[in-house]
Each structure stands twice: as C-alpha cells, then as structure tokens.
C-alpha cells in the first residue's frame, strides 16, 4: 500500500526557520498536502500542491516538491511559538476518490 | 458554520461493551471517513462512504461497522469494545473532488 514518512519531532528556536520533511512511495499522487493538528484538536489544512508543480508559497509557508525524489517538505519562516504542534503530510491518488494516506505526523517544538 | 461535528468527545469503555460515535456535517459533502489515531502511526482509515447508503472498508475495518443513512451523517459502531480500540477517532468529510478534508474535533476512547 501507500507509505508516507516522516521523521516525529522537531525542535526549533522562535525566529527560526522549520523545515519538516515527507517522503512518500506512490508515483500516482495527484495532491499532497500538510495538515497542521494543535493539541486537542482536529487537523487543520494548511497548504497543498499539485504533483506537476514544483513550488507553492503561501505567507510564511513554503512547500517543495521533489517528484523524481518522492519528497516534500513544508518550510515555516519566523516559526512562532504557535506554531507548536503535530504537522501530518499526506497524499491522495488519482481515481481513488478522495482517498488520504497520511505520514504519522511531526511534533514540532518553538523554543521561546 | 459547525462543519465536522463528533460526539461524544471522550467516552470510556468496559471491554465487551458496545457504543456508536456520531459525525455530522453540515456541508452538504459527499463522502465522509473515520479515521484512528495512534501515537507514531498517523492517521489510519476505517471505513469510509462515498455516499448516502453506500460504505466501504479502509485500512483497518475489523471491529468496526459503520452506516450512513443520511447524506450529512455517518456512524462508526463498535459491537464489542476491546483494549486494542482504545485510540482517537476522527471523522472528516469531502466534497467530490476537493482537495481539502475537513476534519472534526475528534473522540477520545479509552477501552478498559
């Protein structure tokens, strides 16, 4: 079946850029997003791109994608510490309906 | 906008015991899913309907059944309750082909 990585903690300085990394197996991907998840709570979307794109930039969030690598990762500038929290990748397949597979997600901690 | 809405939001089990989690939205979507969620292991998928009297088994359906008799919601039932569905369940909704699953707020349940 399909896999998604990605490594579980992160520990950054407030001010300081993140960057959270996804590998992922299936070549087919037609979308593949970042889903930020603070404590309590639901999954929030956060950004997506396209698979035949390479870059999307959003405010302070950048994401790339490396399709050849099978890898994507989601930059924060002037991480905050609200920024704190579980950030899960995840992918979807062409004519797979609206099937999601997700990473285990990355705990991210801002250090004030 | 309600959105995603799950109850109830924690419920403890005694193993053997049966119960049903409700999600509703209010969106209109079509499909809807219940997801779990494990430490170090993400988002795994139970069962999942792409419509109103149609549902369908995800990654992990044993233990679970689930029904959608109206289009805005979707029960998960746990006949037998056992330690091992001790976890937190998300539901989430899409519409079509959207790029964006929606996500409720999550059910914690503890099995003992």
């Known amino acids: 079946g399909e896999d998604v990585e990605q490594s579980l903690f992160l520990s950054v300085r407030e001010g300081d850029s993140s960057v959270i990394n996804c590998t992922y197996t299936d070549s087919s991907s037609t979308y593949l997003y970042w889903y930020k998840q603070e404590p309590g709570a639901g999954l929030q979307l956060l950004t997506y791109i396209f698979s035949n794109m390479d870059m999307k930039q959003d405010q302070r969030l950048t994401v790339l994608l490396n399709k050849k690598d099978k890898h994507l990762s989601l930059r924060i500038a002037d991480t905050q510490t609200g920024d704190s929290a579980i950030y899960f990748c995840a992918e979807s397949i062409e004519g797979n309906f609206n099937k999601f597979y997700f990473g285990s997600g990355t705990k991210l901690n801002v250090k004030p | 906008n309600a959105g995603v809405t799950q109850t109830p939001k924690f419920r403890v089990l005694k193993t053997g015991q049966s119960m049903t989690l409700l999600c509703a939205q209010d969106?209109?979507?079509?499909?809807m899913y219940w997801y779990r969620q494990d430490p170090g292991m993400g988002l795994r998928l139970i069962h999942y309907s792409v419509g109103e009297g149609t549902t369908a088994k995800g990654e992990v359906p044993d233990g679970y059944n689930v029904s959608r008799l109206k289009k805005q919601n979707f029960l998960l039932g746990l006949e037998s309750a056992a330690p091992s569905q001790t976890s937190v369940y998300f539901c989430?909704?899409?519409?079509?082909?959207?790029?964006?699953?929606?996500f409720g707020q999550g059910t914690r349940l503890t099995v003992v």
């Open positions: 989430a909704s899409t519409m079509g082909r959207s790029t964006e699953a929606f």
């Open positions: 969106m209109n979507h079509e499909y």
